[in-house]
């Protein structure tokens, strides 16, 4: 149980709705146990012969009124107790998202998406059953249980009662034993699930590739297998709850068989009344459902308990990459940029990314990076906003290092256009406001003449309104990454970065948008990172990386000259473009 202590502060919170709506359910079960007493009292005057037409009326009526108060309480427990758990559900969903927003990016490169689904959907809906059903059939299992032995007892016969009660400790074991085993193969099919999904997931986000690469059938079979090992999973709970019900008829059958054997008995030798033998089998049954109720809830709690472990598991991670204490927003930034000795290698990976990796940016220049796939260039900018952090050397900007800069400042202050060019499933206006909050159309049309997009997007029936992605119009690998070109620009931050965001663009538009680029550029930083020699041959400074470490440095002209990598980049380049234009 102790793993349910991250919840007290709701419980404590919500104990009005909890006692409340015990309190209702109390009043059900009171009013459930009065049943009994009603058919005992009937029964009598029937078998002695006293019942009248008023005594019928009367007892009818007792029944429509006890009727109309279970409805009328059990209406209110559910809205107190199951209304509680679907608001822990609500606000502990709430603080798993957040949290996992929170957390850093390697985080997701060790964590499957479908697991965290899991997470977010299974194991939030077991903590709810546990602390909603789970208190109900709790409370309804102690008292029903009490009053109605007591009842029992008190009012019929206590022998009786101890012989009818026999099998019932039995079924309460028996549910518990069975629910261990339900609960492990409950598990099993979660994991099978999670997997399911996790294969559904990818292949969807990856149909254009298995199309083209005609896998079709290939990812069918293999669907098909995890389904099946899903269906097995399923049959063996479904082979476990077939023996379950009928064990627990047969159980308490014993128990009616019992009474009735014994019970009658009395009757027959004038030790009971009639109306006590019906009373006794009411209660009787009355008391089948908490005896169930007990082997259940033990399961719902333990498996509340599982599934709460593992969200705390979650809610445990420290996000790796936060705020220093002494961290501060900086004043009249400039977007001065220093590498200092860098040497960064990514978590699980045994070769350095980037290697004694220095590099200046002064505020208002341009730098221009290039090199094979694989040398580096994104670590540059994975570094540089914090993604990761380094253990050697130093990044700063405006001389403070970057660690003891508040990160909210630090993100905002960068327009970052990264190389896939994501875009999220609403309007395209929304798409390129993404990082600001108020914001005016005017801005949004601006900064997409800038990108070059403008015109692209008016075309659309819908225009800047136009649904983007799964919901509606998919946009070519050129218009999306113009989209995020103009998605960081509208925040106008004072570090500009492109990561090989204009690969998807052909020369002459890139041209265009570079042009477009020069006066948002001026007085800001700049960062291009490209394989293509024409993005980046009017910066101000380029710097050519192989392996992680800087092999060559200078302006165009100057590593032209010095016919190096960048030469022979060059060169290749020239070829391609005389191939393409012959
Ligand atoms: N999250 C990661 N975990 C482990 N290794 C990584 C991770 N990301 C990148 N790497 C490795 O670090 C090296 C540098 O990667 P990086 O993405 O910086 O290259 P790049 O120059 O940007 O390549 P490209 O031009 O293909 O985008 C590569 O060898 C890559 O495999």
Not at 179 to 207: C, H, Y
Not at 362 to 383: A, E, H, M, V, Y
Not at 408 to 437: H, P, W
Not at 443 to 463: C, L, M, P, S
Request: net charge negative.
């Amino acid at each position: 149980m102790k793993h349910f202590k991250r919840l007290k502060d709701f419980l404590i919170k919500n104990k009005w709705s909890y006692i409340l709506g015990v309190l209702w359910l109390l009043i059900v079960d009171v009013l459930q146990l009065l049943v009994p007493e009603v058919l005992r009292r009937f029964t009598d005057d029937v078998s002695s012969g006293h019942l009248t037409r008023e005594g019928l009326l009367r007892y009818g009526l007792y029944i429509i009124a006890i009727g109309i108060g279970i409805a009328f309480f059990r209406f209110l427990w559910r809205m107190y107790i199951i209304g509680v758990s679907r608001r822990l559900e609500y606000e502990l969903r709430n603080k798993l998202f957040t949290h996992l927003q929170s957390l850093s990016t390697n985080y997701y490169n060790t964590h499957k998406t479908g697991d965290l689904m899991a997470h977010a959907t299974n194991d939030i809906n077991a903590i709810r059953m546990a602390l909603g059903p789970g208190v109900v059939m709790m409370t309804d299992a102690i008292f029903m249980t009490a009053i109605a032995i007591s009842m029992m007892s008190t009012t019929t016969d206590l022998r009786l009662t101890f012989f009818a009660l026999i099998p019932l400790p039995f079924l309460a074991y028996a549910i518990g034993k069975f629910g261990k085993k339900i609960n492990a193969r409950f598990k099993s099919v979660q994991e099978a699930f999670s997997a399911l999904t996790d294969t559904v997931q990818e292949n969807f986000a990856g149909i254009r590739v298995i199309k083209s690469f005609v896998q079709e059938e290939a990812e069918v079979k293999k669907f098909s297998d995890k389904n099946r090992f899903l269906f097995n999973k399923n049959m063996t709970l479904v082979k476990l709850f077939g023996m379950f019900h009928p064990f627990i008829q047969l159980m308490a059958s014993l128990s009616f068989l019992i009474a009735i054997f014994y019970g009658s008995t009395l009757v027959i030798y004038g030790q009971i009344s009639l109306g006590d033998f019906v009373a006794f089998n009411s209660y009787l049954s009355l008391l089948v459902w908490p005896m169930m109720a007990i082997g259940w809830v033990i399961n719902m709690l333990q498996r509340g308990a599982a599934s709460m472990e593992r969200i705390n598991n979650i809610l445990d991670v420290e996000p790796e990459i936060v705020d220093a204490p002494d961290a501060i927003d900086l004043d009249n930034f400039k977007g001065d940029i220093v590498f200092d000795n860098v040497t960064f290698k990514y978590p699980n990976s045994d070769y350095n990314a980037l290697e004694n990796f220095s590099v200046y940016i002064p505020s208002g220049s341009s730098l221009g990076i290039i090199g094979k796939t694989g040398s580096g260039k994104t670590t540059i900018i994975n570094l540089l906003l914090r993604l990761y952090d380094i253990e050697e050397g130093t990044i700063s900007l405006d001389n403070h290092n970057i660690d003891k800069i508040k990160l909210k400042f630090l993100r905002d202050n960068i327009g970052y256009v990264d190389q896939d060019s994501f875009l999220f499933s609403t309007t395209i206006a929304e798409n390129i406001a993404f990082g600001v909050d108020n914001f005016s159309m005017d801005e949004v049309e601006n900064v997409a003449r800038i990108a070059e997009v403008h015109e692209n997007i008016i075309d659309f029936t819908n225009g800047y309104e136009t649904f983007v992605g799964e919901r509606g119009v998919t946009l070519s690998g050129g218009q999306k990454q113009r989209t995020s070109i103009a998605r960081a620009l509208i925040k106008k931050p004072q570090i500009l970065i492109f990561d090989d965001s204009l690969s998807a663009v052909d020369t002459d538009t890139e041209e265009k948008i570079l042009q477009g680029l020069k006066d948002e550029m001026k007085n800001k930083t700049t960062i291009l990172i490209a394989h293509r020699i024409s993005t980046i041959k009017d910066c101000n400074e380029i710097i050519v990386l192989d392996e992680g470490k800087i092999v060559e440095k200078g302006n165009h002209l100057q590593l032209l000259q010095s016919k190096g990598l960048y030469y022979e980049f060059y060169q290749k380049q020239l070829l391609e473009e005389k191939i393409y234009n012959e």
